[in-house]
């Protein structure tokens, strides 16, 4: 008898290949849509929707299903202009010299600058931190494997059920970004890993026009 999980009979869907080739079509042409934005409505979202997107983020797989996150769901609004300003004072840094040239060339199409005001315009702030290991109820220290990878796999799928549900958002890392942990009061285990701003579009939600790369330009075929 091995320790750990007991072992169930995977609850499998499986489609016709005609089916299959739909779906994966109709998925991709919807996700295909998605955007990040900068322009958010201040329109409330139900709390209840947070709650299913959080839980859709944390059945990610994860090294050893480990589940090394943690989800920091802000609304406070006096936290919300803590963060915008601790977040803009970098920010303010990172484009006055110390993003180099090549960099800041990059973002220009994208015209963003050190102004964060979706910081506090935006009803909900997903703070996302990585574990680098776990506490035990006892306190002593537990490991956890591919925390960075893992984390990244629960950001796309939280990204993906914030899409399915109809609201924007933004990937935003204000760099560095260790002001959060304590603003947030982290423990120090988890680092912070990627701040998503979450809403409504704005009525007037402008973003810039582009192209995605062909599948040739990014799938190699053996
Ligand atoms: N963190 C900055 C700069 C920035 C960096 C990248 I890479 C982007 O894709 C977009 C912005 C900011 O949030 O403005």
Request: net charge negative; aromatic share 12%.
């Amino acid at each position: 008898m091995i320790d750990g999980f007991p072992f169930v009979s995977y609850a499998k869907e499986t489609f016709s290949n005609p089916a299959m080739i739909q779906k994966s079509d109709e998925f991709y042409k919807w996700l295909d849509k998605r955007r990040t934005i900068r322009d958010f409505s201040d329109k409330p979202v139900p709390k209840e929707v947070i709650e299913n997107i959080i839980m859709a983020a944390s059945s990610a797989p994860s090294g050893a299903h480990k589940q090394p996150w943690t989800f920091c769901i802000v609304s406070d609004p006096a936290i919300k202009k803590q963060i915008r300003t601790e977040a803009e004072k970098e920010e303010y840094e990172s484009y006055n010299g110390r993003m180099p040239e090549e960099w800041m060339k990059d973002l220009r199409p994208l015209q963003t600058d050190w102004h964060k005001e979706f910081l506090e315009i935006a009803p909900y702030l997903i703070i996302v931190f990585k574990k680098s290991y776990e506490i035990n109820p006892d306190g002593t220290k537990g490991n956890v494997y591919y925390a960075t990878e893992s984390c990244g796999l629960a950001c796309g799928f939280l990204l993906t059920a914030i899409h399915n549900a109809g609201l924007g958002a933004l990937t935003h890392t204000p760099s560095p970004m260790n002001f959060l942990c304590k603003v947030l009061n982290r423990p120090e285990n988890e680092k912070p890993f990627l701040l998503i701003p979450v809403g409504f579009p704005a009525d007037e939600c402008w973003v810039p026009d582009l192209t995605r790369k062909k599948i040739e330009d990014v799938a190699v075929w053996y």
